[in-house]
C-alpha cells in the first residue's frame, strides 16, 4: 500500500506545499498558502490534508548555515506543532537549510529567468524538503 505524506516549506507569508510518496520517493509541489505573520490560512491547509490523506506531515525548520537559530524557526516549529495538533497527524521537522536554493535552481533550469518570477518557490522548496526527509526516513 502507497502512504502519501505532506510537505511544507514555512514562512512568515508564504507557506509551500508539496506531496508525495513513499514507493518512489518522489514529491509534487501543489500549492503556495498565503500566511500573516506565520499564521496559515488553516482551512487551507486542512483542506489540503483532507483531499491528500497523507499518512504523517513533514515541515523544513530554517537554520543559519552554521547551525544557530534564526527569528523564523521558532515560527516554524509553532507551526509544526499546530499542525500535529490540528490533524492528529505525526509532523516530522526536517532541517530546510539550502531547500530554497535548490529549489530556485530547479525553477531556473525549467524557465530561465522568467521562471523564477512567476514559478512558486516556495512550492517547490517543500518539494525539496519532503523528497529530502523521504529519503532519509521512508
Known amino acids: 500500500m502507497t502512504n502519501v505524506y505532506i510537505g511544507f516549506d514555512f514562512g512568515m507569508r508564504r507557506i509551500g506545499v508539496a506531496v508525495g510518496q513513499d514507493v518512489t520517493r518522489t514529491a509534487k509541489p501543489i500549492d503556495t498558502i498565503n500566511a500573516k505573520m506565520g499564521v496559515p490560512n488553516w482551512e487551507e491547509v486542512l483542506k489540503l490534508i483532507k483531499q491528500w490523506s497523507p499518512k504523517a506531515l513533514v515541515v523544513g525548520i530554517p537554520y543559519n548555515m552554521d547551525g544557530t537559530e534564526q527569528s523564523v524557526t521558532i515560527s516554524a516549529r509553532d507551526f509544526a506543532q499546530a499542525l500535529g495538533e490540528k490533524t492528529g497527524l ?14 530556485r535552481e530547479a525553477v531556473f533550469e525549467q524557465g530561465g529567468y522568467k521562471g523564477l518570477k512567476g514559478a512558486a518557490i516556495d512550492s517547490v522548496a517543500a518539494q525539496v524538503i519532503l523528497e529530502s526527509w523521504m529519503s532519509a526516513n521512508v
Open 90 to 103: 505525526m509532523v516530522h521537522e526536517v532541517d530546510e537549510r539550502l531547500s530554497t536554493v535548490a529549489a
